[in-house]
Structures are given as structure tokens and as C-alpha cells.
């Protein structure tokens, strides 16, 4: 999956990983940029404890560009199924200073730098969307909206035996830090709706410059995306 911080990516995350026919819930922090990166996941996720054969679809996200592949060409040829999934500019700058400033993050805590991220990230994942053979978009919000609707999508997608479920496991490295969300929220084991911090604010032209880069992303992503 390919998609950016604070989209839901962890809840998404747990609920693939909990499927019968998926191994990885987590990010697994791989570098796809160097050679033999897939035996890396696989070794990765082995010493998570997860089990599985060829018959599982292993899982990974990525959600910084350190961590991306080469180039799309790589992403095709590793014959993975690939999620891209986005999240509305303004609930994700409110939702990385809100973490930022929750674990003393001076980075994550700063609006300018946050608006950066995600402006730049949007891009790449733009990018990928125009070069990428197939891939399945995914609006963050849609997961907790038409829960059902949405996944059953997904399991389709995904030609998955047993379609997945808005209940969800705990994992060995749920919770706990760069392995994804660190709120108790994603220990409740279901979909739990939380509201935009207040107290961030976001200066309205950055505002309106990430709406109008958002529109402009989703537009080409549904566009050459299935869903």
C-alpha cells in the first residue's frame, strides 16, 4: 500500500493483516530501492512470528519516499497488488502535529513542515498513479463512512477467499512506535471515529494550495485507478 502518514493506514492495515489470506499488518520500514527487497520483507515479517507460504499475500505500506521503489517498473514486475490511498489534506496536517506534539516530535509538531510532507508526498503518490499498470484507489475517508461498501471492494480486489472484516486482531508491534498508529484507539480491535484536533490551525492559503492539489490528485486517480 502506498499512501501517507496519518491516513488510516494502520487501521487499514490491521484489518488486511487480519485476513486469513494476508500476512503484515505493520510498516515494515523495507528500503525497496535496493536489491533483494522482497526477501527483506519476507524476513521481516517471518520474525514478526506471521506465518505463511505461497499461497498468502504479504503485505507491506510505505509511506515516505526513502522507502519507495525505484520506479514504478519494479512495483509492476514484483506482480503485488497495489493500494493507493489518500486521506483529505486538512485531517491529515491537523492529525501529524496533533502525534507530533503528543510525543514531544518537534518536526512532526510544526504545521509549515507537515503541509510539506503531505504536499510532497501527494506528488509522488501522483506520480506512481500515472506510471503503475493497475492499482486500486482507496479515499481514506470511505473506511469509516461505508465501511462494508468499501471492503467489500477491497476483498474483491484482492480475489480474497474470505472477504474482510471491520473487526480486526492485535499484532506483536500494534501500538508500539514506528511500526505505525501508537493511540489506543487501534487497540480496540474495531473502527473507532475520532474528530480533528482544534487547536491546530492550518493558515488558509496553505489550505486552499493542498485542496486544490487534493482535487487535482483524486481526479487522476480515479481516473486511471480501479476502485
Known amino acids: 500500500m502506498l499512501s501517507h502518514m496519518r491516513s488510516r493506514s ?6 488486511l493483516g487480519s485476513n486469513e489470506g494476508i500476512r503484515g499488518y505493520s510498516e515494515l520500514s523495507i528500503r525497496y530501492k535496493r536489491a533483494f ?6 524476513i521481516a515479517l517471518h520474525q514478526d512470528g506471521l506465518r505463511f507460504d505461497s499461497s498468502k499475500i504479504l503485505f507491506d505500506k510505505i509511506l515516505h519516499k526513502s522507502y519507495d521503489f ?7 514486475n514484483a506482480s503485488s ?13 491537523k492529525s501529524i502535529v496533533t502525534m507530533g506534539r503528543k510525543h514531544g516530535n518537534q518536526k512532526y509538531s510544526d504545521v509549515d513542515w507537515a503541509c510539506e510532507y503531505y504536499s510532497q508526498r501527494l506528488s509522488s503518490l501522483t506520480d506512481y498513479a500515472k506510471e503503475l499498470d493497475s492499482f486500486f484507489y ?10 462494508d461498501k468499501t471492503l467489500a471492494r477491497l476483498s474483491k480486489a484482492l480475489n480474497l477467499k474470505v472477504p474482510l472484516s471491520n473487526e480486526y486482531s492485535s499484532f506483536n508491534k500494534t ?20 474528530n480533528e484536533n482544534s487547536d ?28
Open 200 to 227: 491546530v490551525v492550518v493558515p488558509s492559503t496553505l489550505e486552499a494550495k493542498l485542496n486544490e492539489q487534493y482535487s487535482d490528485a483524486v481526479e487522476v486517480m480515479k481516473e486511471l485507478g480501479s476502485s
Open 81 to 93: 497488488t497495489v493500494i493507493i490511498m489518500t486521506r483529505q489534506p486538512v485531517a491529515t496536517v
Open 37 to 42: 527487497s522482497l526477501l527483506d520483507q519476507k
Open 70 to 76: 525505484k520506479n514504478s517498473e519494479e512495483l509492476d
Open 175 to 194: 501500538g508500539k512506535e514506528k511500526s505505525g498508529d501508537t493511540s489506543e484507539n487501534i487497540k480496540a480491535g474495531k473502527i473507532v471515529r475520532t
Open 10 to 15: 494502520s487501521l487499514l492495515s490491521h484489518i
Open 138 to 147: 482507496l479515499d481514506s475517508d470511505d473506511i469509516v463512512k461505508e465501511t
